[in-house]
């Protein structure tokens, strides 16, 4: 998408990671850290990414994350 700001226009990208909350989790920062590390994944596959972390990915297909 194309941001103006002050006269420039920014073209502007996301990667997105996505964890789900298990109650295998110890806390709330394991589960950030689990979306930290799904976010990095999508920022290494290129630009436009989401990715799931692992115990989303192995949910069936059409279960909403």
Same mark, same amino acid.
């Given at each position: $998408?194309?941001?103006?700001?002050? @006269?420039?226009?920014?073209?502007?990208? *996301?990667?997105?990671?996505?964890?789900?909350?298990?109650?295998?989790? *110890?806390?709330? %920062?394991?589960?950030?850290? %689990?979306?930290?590390?799904?976010?990095?994944? $999508?920022?290494?596959? @290129?630009? @436009?990414? +989401?990715?799931?972390?692992?115990? *989303?990915?192995?949910?069936? $297909?059409? +279960?909403? +994350?």
């Amino acid at each position: $998408a194309t941001l103006a700001w002050e @006269g420039h226009a920014l073209r502007v990208g *996301a990667s997105v990671g996505l964890a789900s909350r298990t109650g295998a989790m *110890a806390d709330v %920062a394991e589960w950030q850290r %689990a979306a930290d590390a799904a976010c990095y994944d $999508a920022k290494h596959h @290129g630009r @436009g990414q +989401v990715r799931r972390d692992r115990d *989303a990915a192995a949910q069936p $297909a059409g +279960v909403p +994350v």
